[in-house]
């Protein structure tokens, strides 16, 4: 504890749109090598870039939901480096004009709430991808797919006001759901869409200077971010208790060797000699189009959490599970209720049976349950009405999930409601009373919990299809009612 983290994140997320950002090519991902490419986006002499104006929109979504003042006058600039899978020498990008500045998110709310600025929001494309594994002659070559060059990006930057690495990965988290729930971008870190650099330093406690920073470059997963970054920290502190000098330089994170690793120092870092891109006009942004863009934002999951608490009385674990873990949870949660069934058992329906059923089809999207939530809604009334017990309830539901038919027609055609006819559970009382003698006396001498043992036989007895509160009346008629004391 004798010594804090800093750290703030470069966030780089692709913006949502059918071609890239400067061309009319698909940003379509997993296409053949070189089949997404013209000459602008290859950067060909003669070839002029033209500006997307979907991705300006998406980019000043993401703005205003991150909180940020939309600059009426952008600049593109060109970004000087060489490199095998940047065709033209440099990428377009925004420097000292961004779209998009002075945002802040949120982190929590919670017991200790606390809040990340936000210095930045600006627009770029994005480079092509050098493949150096994978095909018949990598022991000797570098491939290179140009069909990502040019697609739409935005980088978000947040100020150093993090402080720990789990908060950092928190951080990551609440700007991918909220991106995805803007439809700025799909949230698919594995096919690239989303990707992460932190700077991190360390400095001993109630210091104000920052100490020196190392960046760790493209994570592209949450827990991975926090492992790199705790694995950075205790580095970087272990060189400080040593005698050493942290070294400003960019690292990468092994996720096998479980560190992170030198990729280039300072002084071998690139000098992108920026200068105002001179193929494309200034981009202007009208305040009547950003505000009509602010006027169709939906409503964020941090808002929408609270709601759902607020409104339906679910606990902040239930809320939180609908609104992040599941997606699309929400969306069906409410449709559930809005077809008259009560929260909490629309809640735990989702939760429970819902969710198994999804960890078996290896998803974690609602577009993939077959039962719409007004046939959820019919379900849970009728184990709320008693007609249905839990346990046939659960075994409608399964048939509902592969034949698309309604509770209540499988339940009557099936003979599955429950009978509170008492001559009949009198006999299936009557032989589980005889079959459990051992039970039966220990009942009698005080061990009054063994009744729900009684009561699941009898409920076994009769499929399920049995009232357990009637079963549960009889069962104590039969033992002579209240049980005598132990020792009596």
């Given amino acids: ?69 939309i600059q009426a006058r952008s600049i593109f600039a060109r970004k000087n480096y060489f490199y095998p899978d940047l065709p033209k020498g440099y990428q377009i990008s925004q420097y000292d004009q961004p779209l998009a500045v002075e945002g802040r998110l949120e982190l929590g709310p919670d017991a200790r709430t606390r809040y990340v600025g936000i210095t930045r929001i600006h627009m770029e494309e994005d480079a092509g991808k050098s493949l150096h594994h994978g095909l018949p002659d990598s022991d000797r070559y570098t491939a290179v797919d140009f069909n990502r060059a040019g697609v739409p990006l935005i980088e978000i930057v947040t100020e150093p006001d993090l402080r720990s690495a789990a908060d950092a990965a928190e951080c990551f988290s609440r700007v991918r759901e909220i991106l995805v729930a803007l439809g ?49 920290i205790e580095r970087q ?33 690139h000098d992108y000699r920026y200068f105002p891109e001179p193929d494309l006009q200034p981009l202007d942004v009208p305040q009547a189009w950003v505000e009509a863009i602010r006027s169709t934002l939906p409503e964020l999951p941090e808002e929408r959490k609270q709601r759902l608490m607020a409104a339906h009385g679910l606990s902040d674990y239930d809320a939180d599970l609908l609104v992040r873990l599941i997606t699309g949870g929400a969306d069906y949660f409410e449709r559930v209720v809005a077809a008259g069934a009560q929260a909490k058992a629309a809640s735990n329906w989702i939760q429970g049976e819902i969710r198994r059923r999804l960890k078996e089809l290896g998803r974690d999207d609602m577009s993939a349950v077959p039962v719409t939530p007004e046939a959820l809604a ?9 007609v249905v017990s839990s346990t046939v309830a659960k075994d409608v539901f399964d048939r ?89």
């Fill in 1 to 69: 504890m004798r010594y804090e983290p800093v750290i703030g994140l470069e966030i780089h997320a692709q913006l949502l749109t059918a071609t890239k950002i400067f061309c009319g090519c698909a940003t379509t991902f997993g296409a053949p090598p070189n089949t997404n490419v013209c000459p602008v986006c290859l950067g060909l002499p003669g070839a002029l870039p033209v500006l997307n104006r979907r991705a300006v929109e998406l980019a000043i979504r993401a703005g205003l939901a991150l909180g940020c003042r």
């Fill in 237 to 269: 502190i272990d060189v400080l208790e040593s005698g050493g000098r942290v070294v400003q330089e960019t690292r990468l994170w092994d996720s096998d060797l479980g560190e992170t690793t030198s990729m280039r120092t300072k002084e071998e870092a």
């Fill in 400 to 488: 509902m999930w592969t034949t698309g038919r309604r509770a209540k027609a499988i339940v009557d055609e099936e003979g599955l409601a429950q009978t509170g006819d008492t001559s009949a559970i009198a006999a299936l009382v009557e032989s589980v009373l005889a079959e459990n003698a051992d039970a039966v006396e220990q009942y009698r001498k005080g061990k009054t919990n063994v009744i729900g043992f009684l009561v699941g036989q009898v409920m076994k007895k009769g499929k399920g299809r049995i009232d357990p509160k009637v079963a549960n009346q009889l069962l104590r008629d039969a033992l002579g009612g209240a049980a005598s004391s132990p020792g009596a």
């Fill in 184 to 232: 700025v971008n799909d949230g698919n870190m594995e096919e690239g869409s989303l990707r992460c650099d932190a700077n991190v330093s360390v400095r001993r406690v109630g210091e104000a200077t920052f100490g020196t920073k190392t960046e760790v470059k493209n994570v592209n997963s949450f827990r991975f971010l926090q492992k790199a970054l705790e694995y950075e």
């Fill in 378 to 386: 019919e379900l849970i009334d009728l184990a709320e009405r008693g």
